[in-house]
């Protein structure tokens, strides 16, 4: 069952040095307070999961926070590069990342047998590329009715996954609408979870495409209001555009880099503080 | 492009085409009219999606759009900057997982064409997105494969559109993330793939269709005002040239018109 507490225990009791942790939310729904907050703590070592790594993967690489990441695309959509990773790729600043990736279906069918408890997923695809070449969790498999050669991955359980979804109500149950991407395999794939919210309802309305994750497969709850910037919330806020135009300088020097995350991130208390924190910077640009 | 370009009326280089549109627009025109109209189509970010909405815009307004993100039948009334992006759940006859889009409806067969982007493609089609230079110590690392190794596996037959130039059009791949026609003949077959691999490349500069036997893109048709010196030298093989190279059609004021509202609402609603 879910409880409801503030992101800084849920953090402090569930994310652990060297844990796997998979922060989802596929363009919509980023969980930027929960990455921020695992930057606040200081987490080292992590396995860092993700489809698509973009300004919340760069940041936590920047800092220090990953040896490892598992994915199928990173980069700032409709910008570019995502600079952090690419340096820690290209030259092991400010450390060595491991990388494994995927393809999306690939990671997509991960999520879904780690949710399904299963060892590994089955797919069409990969066959001909390079990407079992230099992907060791990419394997063939025969069909044990029909004789057709396949591709084998493995499950995905990650030790901790972290969503933000637009309501929670007052039993813990959480409610997603408009794109759900992989929040819900994400969520019950892994062995802890995590939900950021913009707001706790007394009920749910019924709406168009929403989903439910059920308080039983939930562990904490955090009230973050705007929690997915710059990404969107449906019903709430649109995607802050500028912003990820704006990542790009900041995040292609190192030390503007380190400096933008010691003001805004690290000098924080919290995500409320630091919205408050770009917003003010906005004014003064 | 130096001594081509005197008796050339497309200035690649400032991305002028001959009269009053650019290589830009003649390439996702061009693009937009191989969407039939009434089929599925899966698309991808950027140049793509400008093309299948433009195509849905003027004469497929039936096309069914699919996005990576899960979005079924997306009917979006500006250019998605992301593939998640609110305006393409906004109009959409469904919103679906991840796992869905890619199982039940790519890899099931439910789609018809496959509108891809690209940053290196060979001569057969095959497209890197990976990475440039050694894989272990990349001379750039690009953002990776995404949907596209699947899309390029599954869909019955697959557009790419990019910009003809030596760094993207190269002899041998650093890296294949999503699979063409393999190493041409029938070569891909041997794969076990249901999508019939790439039909088209559409670049700023012309058309490139597969050899029917080879399988090699060969340059079909120019747009106005290219040479074929021009493409080749944007080529970084040995460019077949058909016999008869055709002129595609310059763009329509109409098509021209629907492109320049589309960005323009584009640009307005990203501010």
Known sequence: ?285 | MTDARADASIDKANGKAEGSYTTDEMMTVAASRELRDGVVCFVGIGLPSEAANLARATHAPDCFLVYESGTLGAKPDVLPLSIGDGVLAEHADSVVSVPEVFNYWLQAGRVDVGFLGAAQIDRYGNINTTVVGPYDSPKVRLPGAGGAPEIAASAREVVVILRQKPRAFVEKLSFVTSVGHREGGDSRKELGYTGGGPTVIITDLGVLRPDPETKEFTLMALHPGATVEQAREATGWDLKVAENVATTEPPTDEELEVLRDLKARTEAARK
């Open chain 1, 1 to 285: 069952m879910s409880e409801i507490t503030t992101l800084r225990e849920a953090v402090a009791e569930l994310v652990h040095d060297g844990d796997s942790v998979a922060i989802e939310g596929f363009t919509h729904l980023i969980p930027t307070a929960g990455a921020h907050e695992i930057i606040r703590q200081e987490r080292k070592g992590l396995t860092l999961v993700r489809m698509t790594p973009d300004l919340i993967y760069d940041q936590l690489i920047g800092m220090g926070c990953a040896d490892k990441l598992i994915f199928s695309w990173g980069g700032n959509p409709g910008v570019g590069s995502l600079h952090r990773f690419r340096d820690a790729v290209e030259k092991g600043w400010p450390r060595p990342l491991e990388i494994e990736e995927h393809s999306h279906a690939g990671m997509a069918n991960r999520y879904v047998a780690g949710a399904s408890n299963l060892p590994f997923a089955v797919l069409r695809g990969y066959v001909g590329t390079d990407l079992p070449k230099v992907t060791k969790t990419i394997a063939p498999v025969t069909c044990p009715f029909t004789g057709e050669r396949l591709m084998a991955v493995p499950a995905l359980n990650p030790d901790v996954a972290i969503i933000h979804a637009q309501q929670a109500d007052r039993r813990g149950n959480v409610a997603i609408w408009g794109i759900i991407g992989i929040q819900k395999e994400a969520a019950l794939s892994a062995k802890k979870v995590i939900v950021t919210v913009e707001e706790v309802v007394e009920a749910f309305e019924p709406r168009p495409f929403q989903i439910v994750l059920p308080s039983v497969a939930v562990d904490a709850i955090s009230v973050e209001p705007g929690g997915a910037h710059p990404s969107y919330a449906d019903g709430y806020y649109d995607r802050a555009n500028a912003f990820y135009g704006d990542w790009d300088p900041i995040s292609r020097d190192r030390e503007k880099f380190q400096s933008w995350m010691e003001r805004h991130v690290l000098g924080t208390e919290d995500f409320a503080e630091y919205m408050k924190s770009i917003r003010k910077e906005e004014v003064v640009r």
